[in-house]
């Protein structure tokens, strides 16, 4: 059976016959929920409060019918959770003291993979968080891409173009990570070089509500003609930087501050005659 069939059965599949049958896993109908930590390797960083209110008005009336996937440290007595983070946290929010749970040996390596696999799974994970984990089993693994893409049931190039998402700015990042942008609008911006144009550019986005094609249409404009100016733009430090930010989010324009010899100036960069117009409205 390939990885990829596996992840198309869910999670079940990640406890097969063989297992359930052997020394390495074991089912336990009432395990103290007190003694399981977090998975150290859990690749969400965000569950929706109001998601979880739900799973727990629903373990309330039917309890946990799926186990939690646990693993016991080789050296403490703790157990830590593989798969079920949501069950687990609305399982205490539910005020429950024992769920059920398979206790299963499992290495570093694969409580992050079965981690990934139940959340990708179930399309739980933000685009930055998938990148994140993917990169984290490519550094501290030594996975190769092409090894992933068969863990999760993607391309290799799919993986690839995930692990790219984690060049763009932190201030970016945030967006991604709130839904704000979408993966495609990160994969558009990352083709401007400059980081003050490519926050810029960000915020410009949202406050437009501008689709992919559009991100990348304007993309292009930025990246267009720049040639020698690029050179003068690296004359800055990290104040002007932030001051270059700081202006192109007031005015909701991609704007430039350049440091010269004697002074410096400043370009504000509009595309059309009314983003001309609306642009003036705000200066004057």
Do not use: C
């Amino acid at each position: 059976m390939t990885e990829t069939t596996r992840l198309g059965k869910g999670l079940a599949a990640l406890i097969n016959s063989n297992q359930m049958d052997n020394s390495s896993s074991a089912y336990v109908e009432n395990f103290d929920i007190n003694n399981i930590d977090p998975n150290p390797y859990q690749p969400r960083m965000h569950i929706d409060p109001e998601e979880l209110i739900t799973i727990a008005d629903t373990i309330r009336e039917h309890g946990v019918i799926q186990p939690l996937i646990i693993t016991k440290d080789k050296n403490s007595d703790k157990y830590f959770l593989i798969a079920g983070e949501r069950r687990l946290r609305a399982s205490q929010l539910a005020g429950f003291k024992t769920v059920p749970v398979v206790i299963k040996e499992s290495s570093p390596q694969e409580m992050l993979e079965l981690a990934i696999i139940e959340n990708v799974q179930r399309k739980d994970l933000n685009p930055l968080e998938e990148a994140y984990a993917y990169k984290q089993m490519q550094d501290e693994f030594g996975m190769p891409q092409e090894d992933i893409a068969k863990k999760v049931g993607y391309s290799r190039v799919a993986i690839t173009n995930k692990i790219r998402l984690l060049a763009i700015p932190d201030e970016v990042k945030e967006d991604v990570l709130n839904e704000n942008l979408s993966e495609g609008h990160a994969r558009a911006l990352l083709g401007i070089k400059d980081r003050t144009s490519l926050i810029a550019a960000a915020d410009l986005v949202k406050k437009r509500g501008m689709s992919v094609r559009e991100t990348e249409a304007l993309v292009r404009k930025i990246n267009y003609g720049k040639g020698s100016t690029t050179r003068s733009w690296k004359k800055t430090d990290q104040e002007t930087d932030k001051f270059s930010t700081e202006l192109s989010k007031k005015l909701g324009f991609t704007a430039h501050i350049t440091k010269m010899t004697k002074g410096g100036k400043v370009v504000i960069r509009y595309n059309t005659r009314s983003e001309l117009k609306d642009l003036m409205g705000k200066l004057l």
